[in-house]
Each structure stands twice: as C-alpha cells, then as structure tokens.
C-alpha cells in the first residue's frame, strides 16, 4: 500500500526560507524548521499560515513565538546550558570541532562536549544528547543520499609514521578513485589514514608522499592534541581534496576525532554509531588489522549481512592474511557462517592494499 502521508519539507536555512517565501509560499503547513535564527524574520512568519509547522530550536522573538503558538504551529525550544546544538541541521566539520585550538585542545567544542558528557547525569543533558544524535542521524542520511559509501575499519593505534598508516592512505585514495567516498570510524591511526587518502585522492600521487612525511613529525596525539590536530588542518589547508565521512563518538572522547575527514557525524552514543556507520556502507566493509574495535565490527557487519535480503549483502573485505588467521582468527569464524549463504561469495580475505578496489568493483559488477 503506497505511502500517503503528505511530504515534509526541511527548512535548513534563512536563505530556504526566503526561498519559499519569495516564490509565493503562505503556509508552513509540513514544514521542518531546524535550528534557525528567526528573530528578523518575525514580520514573515507571521504572514504565513502557521497550522501544522513544526520549530526545532529555533531562535525567535517572544511576540512571534507567541503568535506562531496560538496559530498551530509545534514549537520545540532551545536547550540551554549545552555545549552542543541538540537540533543542528547538518553535520560538523573538522574546523567546527577544533575551533579555538590555539588556545588548547580543552578550549574547543569537541573537548568542551566530552567533559559535558561525562560530566552529568541530569535527564535534561541526557535528553539534549538523544536530541543531537538524532540530529546527526538525520543530517547524515542527507550526506549519504547521493552517494556510495565503502567502510574502512581499523586500529586506533597505528602512528602516522608507520608503514601500516601508509597503507591505509593508499588504500583510502584507491577507494576514492574508483568513486566511492570513504567513511571511517572518524578516529585516530588507519582510520585517518584513510581519509587522509581520500582527501587527497584528486592529486597527484607525488601530494600523499609529501603529506604523510608532513604528519609523520607529529606521530601520535599523545601528549599533545593540539600539536597532532594542527598537523592534520595544516594538510587540509594546503590539499583541498575529495569529501569522505568520519563517524566517530564522544563516547570515546578520550581519542580526538581525525581533521583529515571533510564531513564528520560525531554521536554521544557509540552504539548507534557503529550501527549508522555500517549500515550506510553499502558499497562494503574493508577491516584492516585491528584489535577488539575492529573484530566487534566485522561480526556486526557479518551479522547483517548474515540475515540480509539477497540484493542487500555488502562485501567484506579483510586484509592481512596472518593477522586475520593467525593473530585475531576471525576470518576461520567468518568463512562458517558464511557458508551455504549469499554471502559467501562477498567476504575476501587479501594480503595487499592494493587489491581491494578491484575485488570491490568486481562485486558491485556480481549479482
């Protein structure tokens, strides 16, 4: 039975609003106002029709709140006293979280958020945190739209002047190449690596050479955020690239996000985070060496894929053939279930970088 709920139109911006206006709106009937200043725009709302809008934190001047209130309009208010807004319209970016950085890392939003998470227990913050996440959902479902996502999943821990960090920029940059954009977990080591690869995969290859040697004199973010966030913005000035996505959580804010990703959707709870982020990758998974983190993540996307419709089954892709036998021996795991399944024919298991691209161009080709 088709749907036949009317169709909601999301008002992200003064310029939209404007828009609709000029082109002869009179009522915000379905209308999804999210996080606007509006208190010059009084005059306007309250020439429309307010029946059946709805406000998400909207700023607005008392009279025409009042007024959108008695004309049927469902305003949701602001959440004072949060370092976050629970009803943004889109996602953040690098430059976003590290803002005042140069005053240390503590002074930034991304650290001013995790010390707020941590912090309290009140059912008002807990509620402006659901909000936010909500928030992101919504933001990121619009990011991912357009495009095909492929997931690069691995350890935290790889250092930027690693050979295992060199790898997965390749790896990021070959995925981009073929018109994938990469989305990663958003944190430190092989996933920045990846973005970092992504970022730079519309030049030339001479570009990462340089980029990882610029990275690798700030190997870690330990001790200092700030050193190793500075490393990354300065390569982001110098090589604007190619968009990919970081998905990472306040719930391990211990670990900064990476300022390698162009568009980050950053959650409070890291459950519907490693949800999200599997479940957008719809061109597949490639997991490189990795500890607990990353073997949580193959069996959850392998649980998925597990119990998918045929036409749903995303690839997997493991890489590093004694690390994934030997070392963390998922993949003997990974082969049981997969077997007698649609699914068997789309989990690989390689040695080398430089062959994922083609095995995950060869099954988007598969039926």
């Known amino acids: 039975m088709p749907d036949r709920r009317p169709a909601t139109h999301e008002v992200e911006s003064l310029e939209e609003l404007d828009r609709l206006v000029a ?17 010059e725009r009084g005059d306007v709302l309250r020439r429309l029709d307010a029946r059946g809008a709805l406000l998400l934190g909207c700023r607005l001047d008392p009279d025409t709140e009042e007024h959108l209130r008695r004309h049927g309009a469902l305003l949701f208010p602001r959440v004072p006293h949060v370092p976050v807004d629970p009803y943004r319209a889109g996602l953040y970016s690098p430059e976003e979280l590290y803002a005042g950085l140069a005053d240390g890392y503590d002074a930034t939003p991304d650290a001013r958020a995790y010390a707020w998470s941590r912090g309290s227990t009140d059912l008002a913050d807990q509620l402006a945190q659901a909000l936010h996440d909500h928030a992101i959902d919504d933001a990121l479902t619009e990011f991912a739209a357009p495009r095909r996502l492929v997931g690069v999943m691995g350890g935290h821990a790889v250092e930027r002047d690693a050979d295992e960090y060199a790898a997965a920029a390749r790896l990021g940059r070959d995925l981009a190449r073929t018109g994938l954009t990469v989305a990663t977990g958003g944190g430190p080591g092989a996933m920045e690596a990846a973005n970092l690869g992504a970022a730079l995969a519309p030049h030339d290859d001479g570009a990462l050479d340089e980029a990882l040697s610029m990275l690798a004199a700030v190997p870690t973010y330990r001790p200092s955020v700030r050193a190793w966030a500075e490393a990354a913005l300065a390569v982001r000035a110098r090589w604007q690239g190619g968009d990919s996505l970081g998905v990472p959580t306040w719930f391990y804010g211990h670990e900064p996000p990476n300022a390698m990703a162009t568009h980050v959707a950053k959650y409070f709870k890291n459950a519907i985070r490693e949800d ?74 390689v040695d080398d970088v430089a062959e994922v691209a083609g095995l995950l161009a060869t099954d988007a080709l598969s039926p």
Do not use: I
């Open 276 to 349: 999200v982020l599997l479940h957008l990758c719809d061109a597949g998974v490639v997991f490189l060496p990795g500890r607990a983190g990353t073997v949580q993540e193959v069996f959850q996307d392998a649980c998925e894929n597990y119990y998918a419709d045929d036409a749903d089954v995303a690839p997997m892709v493991l890489v590093g053939v004694e690390h994934w036998t030997t070392e963390m021996p998922a993949w003997p795991l990974l082969e049981t279930l997969a077997r007698d399944r649609t699914m068997a024919g789309k989990v690989h298991l």
């Open 23 to 39: 082109a002869g709106a009179t009522s915000m009937r379905h209308w999804r106002l999210q996080s606007l200043d509006l208190r």
